[in-house]
T-cell receptor
Framework: QKEVEQDPGPLSVPEGAIVSLNCTYS??????FMWYRQYSRKGPELLMY????GNKEDGRFTAQVDKSSKYISLFIRDSQPSDSATYLC????????????FGQGTRLTINP | EAQVTQNPRYLITVTGKKLTVTCSQN?????MSWYRQDPGLGLRQIYY???????DKGDVPEGYKVSRKEKRNFPLILESPSPNQTSLYFC?????????????FGDGTRLSIL
């Protein structure tokens, strides 16, 4: 079983829709959670990060962590065609650990 | 412009022929890392380096070597490449290691080993 599971999609939604992207994980030691966005033929770029359980909002993006369920989500409001990309979740056991574990990524397309 | 530069971007080669993928960053970052990205498996860490002359294995180090003689450079060496090392490779760097330190990724190197 993979430490981090992410539905690879593809996911296709109309412009303006609310998008929900999710990851589940098995390692209860994970405390730090990140979302990366990867455009085609580019390297991933950090979108948001959060620590432990709770919500974090940044513009149209909200990251949510539920440690009791080992489940994290990224919500995109008012989705735009420019949001079309692959979204990868990543997590780490503790601040000092030099290891990020990534999900396999969800390919998202926003249709105009 | 702050960036991580990988070379080559694309390479097709044959089994057993040693190759090096270079990685250079111009941000004076301490932490550097190599990942490979495969369909259905996501990004997996190969090696990382906390600073000059400090390197350690990631999840999939077999068949790879690295060195960190200078802060800006972190080459990935395949001494005897095999077809199962065909993949998309990314180099990344950050100021220091930490969950809130954004890792800056290069644009990737696509390797095909025949």
């Amino acid at each position: 079983q993979k430490e981090v599971e992410q539905d690879p999609g593809p996911l296709s939604v109309p412009e303006g829709a609310i998008v929900s992207l999710n990851c589940t994980y098995s390692n209860s030691a994970f405390q730090y959670f990140m979302w990366y966005r990867q455009y085609s033929r580019k390297g991933p770029e950090l979108l948001m990060y959060t620590y432990s359980s709770g919500n974090k909002e940044d513009g149209r993006f909200t990251a949510q962590v539920d440690k009791s369920s080992k489940y994290i989500s990224l919500f995109i409001r008012d989705s735009q065609p420019s949001d079309s990309a692959t979204y990868l979740c990543a997590m780490s056991a503790m601040a000092g650990a030099q290891k990020l574990v990534f999900g396999q990524g969800t390919r998202l397309t926003i249709n105009p | 412009e702050a960036q991580v530069t990988q070379n080559p971007r694309y390479l097709i080669t044959v089994t057993g022929k040693k190759l090096t993928v270079t990685c250079s960053q111009n941000m004076n970052h301490e932490y550097m890392s190599w990942y490979r990205q495969d369909p259905g498996l996501g990004l997996r860490q190969i090696y990382y380096s906390m600073n000059v002359e400090v390197t350690d294995k990631g999840d999939v180090p077999e068949g790879y070597k690295v060195s960190r003689k200078e802060k800006r450079n972190f080459p990935l060496i395949l001494e005897s490449p095999s077809p199962n090392q065909t993949s998309l490779y990314f180099c990344a760097s950050s100021f220091k290691w930490g969950f809130n330190q954004p890792q800056h990724f290069g644009d990737g190197t696509r390797l095909s080993i025949l």
